[in-house]
């Protein structure tokens, strides 16, 4: 029994440990499994993390793909809205293909018919010939290196016709082996800046009225001259030249015929040297011409002669023909001057002197030249202080009646008594008191000191003569000038009708319309006006019959001609007869001898004045002339006398 139950208890036992190896034997495959699981379930989470990290960088690769595309749509359209709203054309020139690509914009400011010009040299063919270098040389110029940016200015071809200026801007894209593979840029129209450019730079070096080169840049062109002179030896000329008379010109007809005539002169003289040299205005009616190649003398003798015929010519202005004339002063470079102020100071005086000489003719400046002005210049200082150091003296000439041989009257002369210059003849110093203005306080000093004379004469018994006073045009052109005269006769109690004023025939010329008014004003107070040396200036017949004169006074050249016979004696006497006619007097100056006086008395001259009757006196010698010579009115000249002869018997 026990041993049944020991075996059965062995049994259980053994069944025990089965069952419990049984048992550990699955408890660790299920913790194995359980492991397994885990470890899996770990690499699955893993995975989905990985899968969930890709989506998400798939994702965001999405995103950023469609942003990149949104901006390279807004790129487009940007570049597109640029090209069509600007107002420069773009253009790109594909180098490898020769190919230009050009905008909508650039094909309306160039004309193209089609957006792509397929060859380099057909673009070339736009472009003005004269830019064309220019523009290469830019180009050329950026694909070195040598600038970072490509820009040049040049003109291309206008659908319109002619050319347009541009701007044209670039920069080239090269490929990895450093060749040029693409350039692209821009035009801008500048053809509005670039004429404003041309207008600002025009007005800076030439004159507005005559288009002619302005003092800047014939300074710059001479000084570029004379630079070039020291280097090669060349030689050059430059010429002053004043149109003389023209300010009486601008006063009589007024300043717009004048500056037509101006552009008139300019023009021609332009077209004369345009070749060989420069035309400049250096102001007023001064013109300057520069010829930088001028080697020989006859070269210039020949341009010089040219320039006087031209300007001698005829010039229509405003259906008025004109006849001018000018005087032109030379200065040679190196002789006269290696600099623009010294040759143009020295042109400006030999043409000075060319004036004084008579005007219409040229100079050329030499050293004497230069001391001449030196003491024009001192005469000038010393002029001034005439009046101050009571240095004027008067002079006083008898004119007589050709037909009685009675004193009718007498010219007043004006002389300088200077202490450094002696007794001055007014040839020498009445150009010059005109020029400075002091000629205006000359010349009312004369009118009321040889008024007095003649109120001293008929206070003494001599009774009234007519006074002949000399007026200046600049006398004539003050606005006082009436006013003046009147005060003089009402201050000596000279009558009106025995004051003559004589004119030269500069008055045709100088501000007409205001000094005939002014004459006119004069005469209807009874002054008596005469034109003094007839037929040495304008004469002009329409002229004459508006001037309100009493009286002609011959040239002395005329008188000079009875000399001479045949058809210069006659002129004399057409002349006496013609002024007859008019209703005018005829005063003959200058009668030296008896042939003359004879010839003059046949032709029915009315005043004689001269040698033959008497050197012009001081005022006391005067006085003993005519108590001697039948100074009171009705008297007789002595017998004897080399003129009284004349009318004796």
């Given at each position: 029994?026990a041993?049944?139950?020991?075996?059965g208890?062995?049994?259980?036992?053994?069944l025990?440990?089965?069952?419990d190896?049984y048992?550990?034997?699955?408890?660790?495959?299920?913790?194995?499994?359980e492991?397994?699981?885990?470890?899996?379930?770990?690499?699955?989470?893993?995975?989905?993390?990985?899968?969930?990290?890709?989506?998400?960088?798939?994702?965001?690769?999405?995103?950023?793909?469609?942003?990149n595309?949104?901006?390279i749509?807004?790129?487009?359209?940007?570049?597109?809205?640029?090209?069509?709203?600007?107002?420069?054309?773009?253009?790109?020139?594909?180098?490898?293909?020769?190919a230009?690509?050009?905008s909508?914009?650039?094909?309306?400011l160039?004309?193209?018919?089609?957006?792509?010009?397929?060859?380099?040299?057909?673009?070339?063919?736009?472009?003005?010939?004269?830019?064309?270098p220019?523009?290469?040389?830019?180009?050329?110029?950026?694909?070195?290196?040598?600038?970072?940016?490509?820009?040049?200015?040049?003109?291309?071809?206008?659908p319109?016709?002619?050319?347009?200026?541009?701007?044209?801007?670039?920069?080239?894209?090269?490929?990895s082996?450093?060749?040029?593979?693409?350039?692209a840029g821009?035009?801008?129209?500048?053809?509005?800046r670039?004429?404003?450019?041309?207008?600002?730079?025009?007005?800076?070096?030439?004159?507005?009225l005559?288009g002619?080169?302005?003092?800047?840049?014939?300074?710059?062109?001479?000084?570029?001259?004379?630079?070039?002179?020291?280097q090669?030896?060349?030689?050059?000329?430059?010429?002053?030249?004043?149109?003389?008379?023209?300010?009486?010109?601008?006063?009589?007809?007024?300043?717009?015929?004048?500056?037509?005539?101006?552009?008139?002169?300019?023009?021609?003289?332009?077209?004369?040297?345009?070749?060989?040299?420069m035309?400049?205005?250096?102001?007023g009616?001064?013109?300057?011409?520069?010829?930088?190649?001028?080697?020989?003398?006859e070269?210039?003798?020949?341009?010089?002669?040219?320039?006087?015929?031209?300007?001698?010519?005829?010039?229509?202005?405003?259906?008025?023909?004109?006849?001018?004339?000018a005087s032109?002063?030379?200065?040679?470079?190196?002789?006269?001057?290696?600099?623009?102020d010294e040759?143009?100071?020295?042109?400006?005086?030999?043409?000075?002197?060319?004036?004084?000489?008579g005007?219409?003719t040229?100079?050329?400046?030499?050293?004497?030249?230069?001391?001449?002005?030196?003491?024009?210049?001192?005469?000038?200082?010393?002029?001034r202080?005439?009046?101050?150091?009571q240095?004027?003296?008067?002079?006083?000439?008898?004119?007589i009646n050709?037909?009685?041989?009675?004193?009718e009257?007498?010219?007043a002369?004006?002389?300088?008594?200077?202490?450094?210059?002696?007794?001055?003849?007014?040839?020498?110093?009445?150009?010059?008191?005109?020029e400075?203005?002091?000629?205006?306080?000359?010349?009312?000093?004369?009118?009321?000191?040889?008024?007095?004379?003649?109120?001293?004469?008929h206070?003494?018994?001599?009774?009234?003569?007519?006074?002949?006073?000399?007026?200046?045009?600049?006398?004539?052109?003050?606005?006082?000038?009436?006013?003046?005269v009147?005060?003089?006769?009402?201050?000596?109690?000279?009558?009106?009708?025995?004051?003559e004023?004589?004119?030269?025939?500069?008055?045709?010329?100088?501000?007409?319309?205001e000094?005939?008014?002014?004459?006119?004003?004069?005469r209807?107070?009874?002054?008596?006006?005469?034109?003094?040396?007839?037929?040495s200036?304008y004469?002009s017949?329409?002229?004459l019959?508006?001037?309100?004169?009493?009286a002609?006074?011959?040239?002395?050249?005329?008188?000079?001609?009875?000399?001479?016979?045949?058809?210069?004696?006659?002129?004399?006497?057409?002349i006496?007869?013609?002024?007859?006619?008019?209703?005018?007097?005829?005063?003959?100056?200058?009668?030296?001898?008896?042939?003359?006086?004879?010839?003059?008395?046949?032709?029915?001259?009315?005043?004689?004045?001269?040698?033959?009757?008497?050197?012009?006196?001081?005022?006391e010698a005067?006085?003993?002339?005519?108590?001697?010579?039948?100074?009171?009115?009705?008297?007789?000249?002595e017998?004897?006398?080399?003129?009284?002869?004349?009318?004796?018997?």
């Amino acid at each position: 029994m026990a041993n049944g139950f020991d075996f059965g208890i062995s049994v259980i036992i053994v069944l025990l440990i089965l069952i419990d190896v049984y048992l550990v034997v699955r408890i660790n495959k299920h913790k194995r499994t359980e492991a397994l699981l885990w470890q899996q379930s770990e690499e699955l989470k893993s995975a989905q993390s990985e899968l969930a990290a890709q989506e998400e960088e798939l994702r965001q690769g999405f995103h950023e793909l469609y942003l990149n595309e949104e901006k390279i749509r807004q790129h487009e359209e940007l570049s597109r809205l640029v090209a069509e709203g600007a107002n420069d054309a773009l253009w790109v020139w594909d180098m490898v293909t020769d190919a230009l690509v050009v905008s909508e914009r650039g094909r309306e400011l160039l004309g193209l018919p089609e957006h792509v010009v397929n060859t380099k040299e057909k673009w070339k063919q736009l472009i003005h010939p004269e830019d064309l270098p220019h523009m290469l040389d830019k180009l050329e110029e950026h694909l070195s290196g040598c600038n970072s940016f490509y820009g040049a200015e040049y003109r291309i071809a206008s659908p319109e016709g002619g050319y347009r200026w541009v701007l044209s801007r670039g920069k080239v894209m090269f490929d990895s082996q450093g060749q040029p593979v693409r350039m692209a840029g821009s035009y801008t129209d500048i053809t509005e800046r670039k004429y404003k450019e041309e207008k600002i730079k025009h007005m800076a070096y030439y004159d507005a009225l005559t288009g002619l080169a302005n003092r800047e840049l014939l300074t710059e062109t001479v000084n570029q001259a004379l630079a070039a002179a020291r280097q090669d030896g060349s030689q050059g000329a430059v010429l002053f030249i004043d149109i003389d008379n023209f300010k009486q010109i601008n006063d009589t007809y007024g300043h717009s015929w004048g500056d037509k005539l101006l552009v008139n002169i300019s023009g021609k003289l332009t077209a004369l040297v345009y070749e060989a040299g420069m035309v400049a205005r250096w102001g007023g009616d001064e013109i300057i011409i520069f010829l930088p190649k001028i080697n020989k003398t006859e070269e210039f003798a020949a341009y010089a002669d040219k320039i006087m015929r031209l300007l001698e010519k005829p010039i229509l202005v405003n259906e008025h023909v004109f006849y001018i004339t000018a005087s032109v002063g030379v200065a040679l470079y190196p002789m006269h001057g290696d600099n623009i102020d010294e040759l143009l100071r020295n042109a400006d005086t030999a043409m000075y002197l060319a004036k004084n000489s008579g005007k219409r003719t040229y100079m050329m400046f030499n050293k004497t030249m230069h001391e001449a002005v030196v003491e024009k210049t001192l005469m000038e200082a010393r002029l001034r202080r005439t009046l101050e150091q009571q240095e004027l003296r008067l002079l006083y000439q008898p004119q007589i009646n050709a037909n009685s041989g009675r004193v009718e009257g007498f010219e007043a002369l004006l002389r300088w008594e200077s202490p450094d210059y002696g007794l001055v003849a007014p040839p020498k110093f009445i150009s010059l008191a005109e020029e400075t203005g002091l000629i205006v306080e000359m010349g009312n000093w004369v009118l009321e000191q040889a008024c007095r004379f003649s109120r001293q004469l008929h206070a003494g018994g001599s009774g009234w003569l007519y006074t002949a006073v000399n007026i200046s045009v600049v006398q004539l052109m003050q606005e006082d000038f009436v006013e003046k005269v009147i005060s003089v006769l009402a201050e000596t109690g000279v009558p009106p009708q025995y004051l003559e004023l004589e004119i030269t025939e500069s008055v045709l010329m100088e501000r007409f319309e205001e000094n005939i008014r002014k004459l006119e004003a004069l005469r209807e107070l009874g002054v008596r006006i005469a034109l003094d040396d007839f037929g040495s200036g304008y004469s002009s017949l329409t002229y004459l019959k508006k001037l309100p004169i009493a009286a002609l006074k011959m040239d002395k050249a005329f008188v000079d001609d009875i000399a001479v016979g045949g058809v210069d004696a006659a002129i004399t006497g057409s002349i006496i007869e013609l002024a007859h006619q008019m209703g005018l007097q005829v005063v003959a100056e200058g009668v030296e001898n008896g042939d003359q006086l004879r010839y003059l008395r046949e032709k029915k001259c009315d005043i004689i004045q001269g040698y033959i009757i008497s050197r012009p006196l001081p005022p006391e010698a005067f006085v003993v002339w005519l108590q001697q010579h039948g100074g009171l009115l009705g008297g007789r000249q002595e017998a004897g006398h080399s003129w009284a002869t004349y009318y004796e018997g």
